[in-house]
């Protein structure tokens, strides 16, 4: 097969989600609770509204879904005070990044971003034999823009920018990305700057950037969106972009047909209206941030402040030998080792419960570390 393949796809290594509670069940024998903090999913589980709409929608599960996901377009550029042309919708924002490159990007062409962001950036060029530039981060890990900027040249197509940033929760500062846009807009070279905003609900910061406020400096922002996280549809693979039109119907050529099934587009729709679920998924969220990472100060585990669902830490030793013993303890947590940072894992943010059960493990953990012998 390697004459059909070309150099890009063989040495192209594929994402590696977080690993599943039945895999662990199964592999470990484990019987009891299993916690997973590893996805960044919604530990209240999906908006209620949602699930009922979905348990209708059901009964039209041998219809296609509507193709161009009108209804649901519809109510999200009236929740954004968007034209409808402006938008439009995908199987998760994932499937809308490679989009982004397979309509943008040919071989040849470049596009920028930053060492320690979101891998799916790096993976969706390489699959498209696109050239990925990864601009170094500091030791805050936040995404250095005025370097992002110098990267341009005149092949880059795109640059993304995740804010917050998975698997770093930081984040950059209106002021910050106000300024890159001034200056990309002025630039001989202007790519499609696309703002990555998966995490956007959780973020809470004074001067955390809503893009969807800034279009009007450059006209080929695309602001990234879904319902996997905040509203806890993960499964059900609804994701949206909002640009201007002729970015979209670029975008729109190379979608595949039914690429939104319909299950998820009536629960997203559904999602949108459950506002006090929203509510409640944030205050949970911003309060078992502050006992995830109180607990790992106790535990003399240094982590970086995040504006997602997630915390970033470092530990003392490499962090796929912590995950593994955490999954003896049925804990599940994200090893960062693929994103150059072997010391650290990312764990998501559960209920109060849940934390206190992963930093008891934790702490089982690092002081059976403490008793080894030397």
Partial sequence: MKELVGPHIASLQPYVPGKPIEEV???????????????????????????????????????????????????????????????????????LLEIVVRTFCQPGDHVVTSKYA??????????CNVEATEVPMGEDLRFDLPALADAIGPRTRAVFIANPNNPTGTYVTRAELTAFLQSASIQEFRPLVVMDEAYIEYADAGDYPDSLELHGLYDRLVSMRTFSKCYGL?????????????????????????NANRVGQVAALAALDDVEFVRSSVAVNRSG?????QGLDELGVSAWPSQANFVLCRLPRRGVEVYEELLDRGVIVRPMAGYGLAECVRISVGTPQQNLKMLSALRAVLAADDHAPR
């Fill in 25 to 95: 069940r199964r592999e470990r024998g484990l019987t009891g609770e299993i916690l997973k903090m590893a996805s960044n999913e919604n530990p209240l589980g999906p908006s209620p509204k949602a699930v009922a709409a979905a348990r209708i929608a059901l009964m039209e599960g041998h219809l296609y879904p509507d193709g161009g996901a009108f209804y649901l377009r519809e109510r999200l550029a009236r929740h954004h005070d968007v034209p409808m042309e402006r938008v439009l919708v995908g199987n998760g924002s994932n499937e």
């Fill in 118 to 127: 979101f891998i799916v950036y790096k993976l969706a060029a390489q699959a």
């Fill in 234 to 258: 993960a499964a059900l693979r609804i994701g949206y972009c909002i640009s201007s039109a002729e970015v979209i119907g670029y975008m729109n050529r190379v979608r595949a047909p039914f």
């Fill in 289 to 293: 941030r502050v006992q995830i990472m």
